[in-house]
């Protein structure tokens, strides 16, 4: 289960900069172009669609490293039981609204399924799509994070 879940975020990792390397090209290409008044409309639609891709795949990535910008002003001078038991509890608290926007999202996709982009065609919930998996792939870190806190505390006693 270990090697799957590993291999899920190089799988990320490699789909995120992937993305991000895309978007750099395509951003750049449609400027280059623009200065010779060739216009390629899609570009910035592929744009937009790896922009979400890139966002929400590279939050769930620094969130599982531990990279996001944390507040730890109130929690800092606790015992480090409190504060693991507090960790759990906001942890939970994340499940909660994560389990939300799988839910509503899913349903958002399936209803954006008919409408597309206006210069391609492809569905406008491929984007929705993504705020779905990312969440998803931060429910498991979320959960990991739970059960490393949990054994932290079991050892600690």
């Given amino acids: 289960m270990r090697k799957v ?22 951003v750049f290409m449609s400027a280059i172009l623009r200065f010779f008044r060739v216009s390629m409309s899609w570009n910035i639609d592929m744009a937009m669609l790896l922009l979400a891709w890139t966002a929400f795949l590279g939050a769930d990535i620094a969130y599982r ?40 999202g899913a349903k958002l996709a399936k209803d954006e399924w008919i409408r597309t982009y206006q210069s391609m065609p492809v569905p406008y919930s491929i984007v929705t799509i993504s705020i779905v998996l990312a ?20 050892k600690k006693e």
């Fill in 135 to 154: 969440s998803v792939s931060m429910i498991f870190s979320t959960m990991l994070k739970i059960r490393r806190r949990i054994l932290s505390l079991a």
């Fill in 5 to 26: 879940y590993r291999l899920l975020c190089k799988a990320e990792v490699i789909v995120c900069g992937t993305g991000f390397v895309g978007l750099i090209a395509l």
């Fill in 65 to 104: 490293s531990g990279q996001l910008v944390g507040i730890d002003l109130f929690t800092r001078n606790l015992p480090k039981k409190l504060r693991s038991i507090l960790e759990i509890f906001l942890f939970i608290i994340i499940l909660v609204g994560l389990g939300f926007v799988v839910f509503f």
